[in-house]
């Protein structure tokens, strides 16, 4: 009987990635997610036209603008999830500013937003971010780990639904963000992000 076809291989169980993933900034978890994390390069490209063009043509695609997102929804929003404590950086608000001694209610830590119609600093983006996930690869020399990587990146949106009987739910969409200062800046081109093996979790 002639096997059926497939796409299986012997590196199948080498280079399939396991489970949900998880969502680091630096080598600290950001937290719980609900149904694992989504990454979307955003990748545009353009066809060159001309006179008399039928259908897209080879050798004439250009490679036009990335727009990389990360997207998933998390299940905690504590002061350390919302924020990097230790850098004062607000993570679902960038710009922030992070009250210690309480705001309107007399809380006991607070993030006011930021004014609409100010540009963000430098401080204000989360540096780092990487989202993680286990490959299936055996052996000990080989790279344990894939990550997406974003060295620098911005919440651009987030929501938080609440149902009877369920966890709340925050859905987040992560961009990522060129920054010039980069070792490896080429031009307003470079990609904002890296594809990236790891044979451990740290990230050196």
């Given at each position: 009987?002639?096997?059926?076809?497939?796409?299986?291989?012997?590196?199948?169980?080498?280079?399939?990635?396991?489970?949900?993933?998880?969502?680091?900034?630096?080598?600290?978890?950001?937290?719980?997610?609900?149904?694992?994390?989504?990454?979307?390069?955003?990748?545009?490209?353009?066809?060159?036209?001309?006179?008399g063009k039928r259908s897209p043509m080879?050798?004439?695609?250009?490679?036009?603008?990335?727009?990389?997102?990360?997207?998933?929804?998390?299940?905690?929003?504590?002061?350390?999830?919302?924020?990097?404590?230790?850098?004062?950086?607000?993570?679902?608000?960038?710009?922030?500013?992070?009250?210690?001694?309480?705001?309107?209610?007399?809380?006991?830590?607070?993030?006011?937003?930021?004014?609409?119609?100010?540009?963000?600093?430098?401080?204000?983006?989360?540096?780092?971010?990487?989202?993680?996930?286990?490959?299936?690869?055996?052996?000990?020399?080989?790279?344990?780990y894939v990550q997406v990587r974003f060295?620098?990146?911005?919440?651009?949106?987030?929501?938080?639904?609440?149902?009877?009987?369920?966890?709340?739910?925050?859905?987040?969409?992560?961009?990522?963000?060129?920054?010039?200062?980069?070792?490896?800046?080429?031009?307003?081109?470079?990609?904002?992000?890296?594809?990236?093996?790891?044979?451990?979790?740290?990230?050196?």
């Open positions: 009987m002639t096997s059926p076809v497939t796409g299986y291989t012997a590196d199948f169980k080498n280079d399939v990635l396991l489970d949900s993933g998880v969502l680091y900034i630096g080598n600290t978890v950001f937290g719980a997610f609900q149904g694992g994390l989504k990454f979307d390069p955003g990748v545009s490209y353009r066809n060159v036209d001309f006179d080879t050798l004439l695609d250009i490679k036009q603008s990335y727009a990389p997102k990360i997207s998933g929804t998390v299940i905690q929003l504590s002061p350390t999830t919302s924020t990097l404590v230790s850098g004062k950086v607000n993570i679902v608000e960038p710009g922030g500013d992070i009250n210690a001694t309480g705001a309107w209610t007399g809380a006991t830590q607070s993030i006011a937003p930021q004014a609409a119609g100010a540009l963000l600093v430098a401080g204000d983006y989360v540096t780092d971010l990487r989202a993680i996930w286990l490959r299936g690869e055996t052996t000990t020399a080989a790279p344990k060295p620098s990146a911005i919440v651009t949106k987030y929501d938080i639904t609440s149902q009877d009987g369920q966890e709340v739910a925050i859905a987040l969409e992560i961009e990522a963000r060129l920054d010039p200062s980069w070792t490896g800046y080429a031009g307003v081109g470079t990609a904002p992000y890296r594809i990236e093996y790891l044979t451990s979790l740290t990230n050196a």
